[in-house]
């Protein structure tokens, strides 16, 4: 069994900054790409950013400059420093890795994803 657990969303101002953790566990084998997702509510899920195993980044648009993906493999965690935050932020955050568990399997894990809410 593999979970990924997320935690660090909260309400913060305009402005302000946060940082997400994701820390996947169970019966890993190797944790290959790393994400982060995001849902507004009435919207589709869309990638913020995603990290490889030997750590090349890629974001969204309209997260460049102001958010920084990146990870600890000796953890199996992934992080999403978020700074400069806008209200147009707020959504749920998902984690997503793909992941090959000791039985040599591989398949994309989600974590419960975490309120993230930023007032104007």
């Known amino acids: 069994q593999v979970q990924l657990v997320e935690s660090g969303g909260g309400l913060v101002q305009a402005g302000g900054s946060l940082r997400l953790s994701c820390a996947a566990s169970?019966?890993?084998?190797?944790?290959?790409?790393m994400g982060w997702y995001r849902q507004a509510p009435g919207k589709q899920r869309d990638l913020v950013a995603r990290?490889?195993?030997?750590?090349?980044?890629n974001y969204a648009d309209s997260v460049k400059g102001r958010f920084t993906i990146s990870r600890d493999n000796a953890k199996n965690t992934v992080y999403l420093q978020m700074n400069s935050l806008k209200p147009e932020d707020t959504a749920v955050y998902y984690c997503?890795?793909?992941?090959?568990?000791?039985?040599?399997?591989?398949?994309?894990?989600w974590g419960q994803g975490t309120q993230v809410t930023i007032s104007s």
């Open positions: 169970g019966s890993i084998r190797t944790v290959n790409d």
């Open positions: 997503n890795a793909l992941i090959v568990n000791v039985q040599r399997v591989t398949r994309t894990y």
């Open positions: 990290i490889t195993s030997d750590s090349s980044t």
